[in-house]
């Protein structure tokens, strides 16, 4: 195929999406100038230039960027001062998905994000082309990945009316998800909006304190425990809304099929996302179970894969919130054993005492040092009690074995996590011991797969040393033989 540029709407979009940072510093801008007594056509001729610059800008970026697929690979050009060209071979690419943002949709546009497991952000991204373009392109690479073969693989298109519907997020059931989420994010925006206010009226945050210490004045003769319960039930509906809100425009509409040897999902409200997830590249299964939402049954299942996604532990989200009943098919589907409590085994009691270490002593002295310069730090003392509880706990929720099939481990107290590795899927066994670890007679067993990354990985902490040592030769011993069987069955 004869290398092609994105589509032309692009320029258009991209010039869009720096709007809104120049719209808000509009008015800033013209309150200020108004005041030097400019004139209106003066001030709105810089505005005018910097809307032409920012379009033959994006024009430019549109110009030097083009794509070609070539038999086995796809390259990707693009720079104008540095030209830059990767080829992407055809048998590396794990995972090709759809995304289209507000703007995306309104233009009928899409971005292909191209992964190869290889653990960079950006390994091959196409923004933006025409969703039937995007299809095409997934299409295509699928084809030439399998057979070879460029010519012809327009011909063979995805059968999705074949594909069978695992899991379906019901409007209903999306809003009660959303009550587990509770998020503050909100403050952070009131705060982000009152900066805005004090650069365009001029408030500084002087006057914001002067206004602050007159309301406490005025409230301390009515300050109560009834108001103090109300302020804090208004926090926590917004807190609720915000969580709520959020759910929403991420998991709208979720949809999980499946065909053949390959999932697919689809999400979101404002930004529509559509993943295809092969079965070869999920290289473990993680089962989550919230801090509420945990205890009422409610579970989320999620896969790691050599091609990754977006969020920053590179896994896949394929049930957000289901019950246990509902994720055994999927996890079958999946290629993965079920999990098996009764193989497992409680790590070093030292994991009690690291515990209070970490959650419980240092925080304490932390806060006590901060109270001498910040009085009302000394209130985040009564929330010791709850890293009390988790640190008691921790032995009991951490716990490891060598199933029939896999390696699994679980860990958490607050947030559960249970995860499930196939011996053949094992990338790398590492022995950590830290200084107080040494002190003690234990270590840390990481356990690496391909694709993996984040700091929530099937880590298995405080183990015995000689238990360690027993554990990592027997898995590995099994992970040969996992191996030497894949090795022959592919013979």
């Given at each position: 195929?004869?290398?092609?540029?994105?589509?032309?709407?692009?320029?258009?979009?991209?010039?869009?999406?720096?709007?809104?940072?120049?719209?808000?510093?509009?008015?800033?801008?013209?309150?200020?100038?108004?005041?030097?007594?400019?004139?209106?056509?003066?001030?709105?001729?810089?505005?005018?230039?910097?809307?032409?610059?920012?379009?033959?800008?994006?024009?430019?970026?549109?110009?030097?960027?083009?794509?070609?697929?070539?038999?086995?690979?796809?390259?990707?050009?693009?720079?104008?001062?540095?030209?830059?060209?990767?080829?992407?071979?055809?048998?590396?690419?794990?995972?090709?998905?759809?995304?289209?943002?507000?703007?995306?949709?309104?233009?009928?546009?899409?971005?292909?994000?191209?992964?190869?497991?290889?653990?960079?952000?950006?390994?091959?991204?196409?923004?933006?082309?025409?969703?039937?373009?995007?299809?095409?392109?997934?299409?295509?690479?699928?084809?030439?990945?399998m057979s070879g073969d460029v010519a012809g693989a327009d011909?063979?298109?995805?059968?999705?009316?074949?594909?069978?519907?695992?899991?379906?997020?019901?409007?209903?059931?999306?809003?009660?998800?959303?009550?587990?989420?509770?998020?503050?994010?909100?403050?952070?925006?009131?705060?982000?909006?009152?900066?805005?206010?004090?650069?365009?009226?001029?408030?500084?945050?002087?006057?914001?304190?002067?206004?602050?210490?007159?309301?406490?004045?005025?409230?301390?003769?009515?300050?109560?425990?009834?108001?103090?319960?109300?302020?804090?039930?208004?926090?926590?509906?917004?807190?609720?809304?915000?969580?709520?809100?959020?759910?929403?425009?991420?998991?709208?509409?979720?949809?999980?099929?499946?065909?053949?040897?390959?999932?697919?999902?689809?999400?979101?409200?404002?930004?529509?996302?559509?993943?295809?997830?092969?079965?070869?590249?999920?290289?473990?299964?993680?089962?989550?179970?919230?801090?509420?939402?945990?205890?009422?049954?409610?579970?989320?299942?999620?896969?790691?894969?050599?091609?990754?996604?977006?969020?920053?532990?590179?896994?896949?989200?394929?049930?957000?919130?289901?019950?246990?009943?509902?994720?055994?098919?999927?996890?079958?589907?999946?290629?993965?054993?079920?999990?098996?409590?009764?193989?497992?085994?409680?790590?070093?009691?030292?994991?009690?005492?690291?515990?209070?270490?970490?959650?419980?002593?240092?925080?304490?002295?932390?806060?006590?040092?901060?109270?001498?310069?910040?009085?009302?730090?000394?209130?985040?003392?009564?929330?010791?009690?709850?890293?009390?509880?988790?640190?008691?706990?921790?032995?009991?929720?951490?716990?490891?074995?060598?199933?029939?099939?896999?390696?699994?481990?679980?860990?958490?107290?607050?947030?559960?996590?249970?995860?499930?590795?196939?011996?053949?899927?094992?990338?790398?066994?590492?022995?950590?011991?830290?200084?107080?670890?040494?002190?003690?007679?234990?270590?840390?067993?990481?356990?690496?797969?391909?694709?993996?990354?984040?700091?929530?990985?099937?880590?298995?902490?405080?183990?015995?040393?000689?238990?360690?040592?027993?554990?990592?030769?027997?898995?590995?011993e099994r992970v040969e033989v996992s191996r030497r069987g894949?090795?022959?069955?592919?013979?």
């Open positions: 195929m004869a290398p092609r540029r994105l589509d032309p709407r692009t320029i258009v979009v991209r010039s869009l999406q720096g709007a809104p940072s120049l719209i808000l510093g509009l008015p800033v801008f013209l309150a200020w100038s108004r005041g030097e007594d400019f004139p209106l056509g003066f001030l709105l001729a810089p505005l005018a230039l910097l809307v032409l610059v920012t379009l033959f800008l994006s024009w430019l970026r549109w110009r030097v960027f083009t794509y070609r697929i070539l038999p086995g690979q796809l390259v990707i050009s693009h720079g104008l001062i540095k030209r830059t060209r990767r080829s992407i071979p055809a048998e590396r690419i794990q995972d090709v998905s759809i995304k289209q943002g507000p703007l995306a949709r309104l233009f009928g546009l899409a971005e292909v994000r191209i992964e190869t497991g290889g653990g960079e952000a950006d390994e091959g991204r196409l923004d933006s082309v025409s969703l039937t373009e995007a299809h095409r392109l997934r299409r295509v690479l699928r084809s030439i990945r011909g063979g298109g995805e059968d999705e009316a074949a594909e069978a519907l695992l899991y379906r997020l019901e409007l209903p059931r999306l809003l009660y998800s959303g009550l587990f989420r509770f998020s503050l994010v909100w403050i952070a925006a009131i705060f982000g909006l009152l900066q805005y206010l004090d650069q365009m009226l001029g408030y500084g945050w002087e006057r914001w304190l002067e206004m602050l210490g007159v309301a406490e004045q005025a409230l301390q003769s009515r300050l109560n425990l009834r108001v103090l319960l109300g302020v804090a039930g208004f926090a926590f509906a917004l807190g609720l809304l915000a969580g709520i809100v959020t759910t929403v425009l991420r998991n709208f509409g979720f949809k999980l099929t499946h065909a053949e040897a390959r999932f697919r999902y689809r999400r979101g409200l404002l930004t529509k996302t559509e993943v295809v997830v092969a079965k070869r590249q999920i290289q473990l299964g993680l089962v989550e179970r919230g801090t509420v939402s945990g205890r009422l049954g409610w579970r989320a299942f999620k896969v790691q894969t050599l091609g990754g996604g977006d969020h920053v532990s590179g896994r896949q989200e394929l049930v957000p919130f289901a019950r246990p009943g509902e994720l055994a098919p999927v996890i079958a589907l999946a290629g993965l054993p079920p999990f098996e409590p009764s193989w497992l085994r409680s790590v070093s009691g030292w994991h009690v005492v690291s515990g209070l270490i970490g959650f419980v002593a240092v925080p304490a002295a932390m806060v006590l040092a901060a109270t001498a310069f910040f009085p009302l730090a000394g209130l985040l003392l009564l929330t010791l009690p709850v890293f009390l509880v988790v640190a008691l706990l921790r032995r009991r929720r951490h716990r490891y074995g060598l199933a029939p099939t896999s390696v699994q481990v679980m860990r958490g107290v607050l947030t559960g996590r249970d995860w499930t590795i196939p011996y053949g899927n094992v990338q790398a066994v590492t022995v950590t011991r830290g200084p107080l670890q040494r002190q003690f007679g234990v270590a840390t067993v990481r356990i690496d797969t391909a694709g993996g990354r984040g700091l929530s990985r099937p880590h298995v902490h405080d183990i015995d040393e000689k238990d360690a040592a027993a554990f990592v030769g027997d898995l590995m894949t090795a022959s069955s592919a013979e």
